[in-house]
């Protein structure tokens, strides 16, 4: 089935830096989502790409949608300690459920 | 908007017991929803996916005879644990989407299951 690499897997910055991770597929989606889930809740959907080059923001956050439809970024500008979490990236295969990265762990050094 | 509920939080059981974790979409009608488990420090992993008014459809190597879901309606899927070991101590998560058209899935705050 579909596989989406997330890298880094974790990260450790100072806050204030700002953070860049990315989500690359073996095969072409039609959309992208990226999800933050911290601990002993579920994940919550920070961004939704649907067109190839797109780029929202949501606050400090900017994802974009790349121009092969096999990949897509999410920054975090201007890190703050409450952004600790695990961000994990998602598209859909088909009409069937998401499928999800392994996510890339955000920690943050105040 | 898209508030997805579960219930409970967190539940404790006694091995060989029965639980049902209840999932509610609160402010929108889900044509479909998800159930997931997660281990610690691990990625999501789909357990079934849940149609309202017709039977689920399950991951391969999830047993739907221990796991019963149940979807009954537009904003209420329930999955029942039946006969808990340890090993099924795990977070279970679920998510629901409102339209076939869209692919987001907004996700309940997990419910934390320990078999005791």
């Known amino acids: 089935g579909q596989q989406l690499n997330q890298s880094p897997q974790s990260m450790f910055i100072q806050e204030g830096e700002d953070v860049s991770m990315n989500c690359t597929s073996s095969s072409i989606f039609n959309t992208w989502l990226w999800y933050k889930q911290e601990p002993g809740e579920g994940p919550v959907l920070l961004i939704a790409?649907?067109?190839?080059?797109e780029l929202t923001s949501n606050g400090r956050l900017t994802a974009q949608f790349g121009i092969t439809r096999k990949d897509s970024f999410l920054n975090i500008s201007a890190s703050i300690p409450s952004d600790v979490g695990i961000y994990f990236c998602a598209g859909p295969s088909g009409n069937t459920p998401l499928v999800f990265g392994k996510g890339t762990r955000l920690s943050v050094i105040a | 908007g898209a508030v997805v509920s579960q219930h409970p939080s967190r539940v404790i059981c006694k091995s060989g017991t029965s639980v049902k974790i209840e999932c509610r979409s609160l402010d929108f009608q889900a044509t479909t929803m998800f159930w997931y488990r997660q281990f610690p420090k691990k990625s999501l992993m789909l357990m079934a996916t849940s149609n309202e008014g017709s039977k689920a459809t399950y991951e391969q190597g999830v047993e739907k005879d221990k796991f019963l879901i149940n979807h009954a309606s537009l904003t209420l899927s329930t999955l029942t644990v039946t006969s808990a070991h340890p090993e099924d101590s795990s977070f279970y998560i679920c998510?629901?989407?409102?339209?076939?058209?869209?692919?987001?899935?907004?996700f309940g705050p997990g419910t934390r299951l320990t078999v005791t």
């Open positions: 790409l649907y067109k190839a080059g």
């Open positions: 998510s629901a989407r409102a339209d076939r058209g869209l692919h987001e899935q907004y």
